[in-house]
């Protein structure tokens, strides 16, 4: 079988960009928003924050922890979730050097 495209980019450039991806829609910002300021909560908790239906809050999640970006334990019928701070240090450090670069780059 032939490389994906994605197999002609290292491992972080990959990360990154499943992390972005996963961060291109309102209501997944609005997730991790919502995780910032309770800290904690459950999948109920944020159904009633966001204008969406349970399934499609969900979705979000299920998206969010593929990426990384959230992690959740089993809490008797339901699950708690949280902001992964390993991934928020990774974009955090990725997203420094660009800063760094580009505010030390003479061009346009």
């Not at 309770?38 to 969406?52: H, K, Q, S, Y």
Request: with cysteine; charged share 20%.
């Amino acid at each position: 079988m032939g490389a994906t495209k994605t197999d002609h980019f290292t491992d972080q450039q990959n990360k990154i960009a499943n992390i972005a991806k996963a961060l291109g829609h309102p209501a997944r910002i609005a997730i991790i928003e919502y995780l910032m300021k309770a800290n904690e909560c459950i999948c109920g908790d944020i159904v009633n924050e966001l204008p969406l239906a349970q399934p499609t809050v969900s979705q979000h999640l299920k998206e969010l922890k593929n990426a990384g970006l959230i992690k959740g334990n089993i809490e008797g019928n339901s699950i708690c979730y949280c902001i992964d701070e390993k991934t928020i240090e990774t974009i955090n450090k990725y997203f420094s050097k660009v800063i760094n670069s580009v505010s030390k780059a003479k061009c346009c």
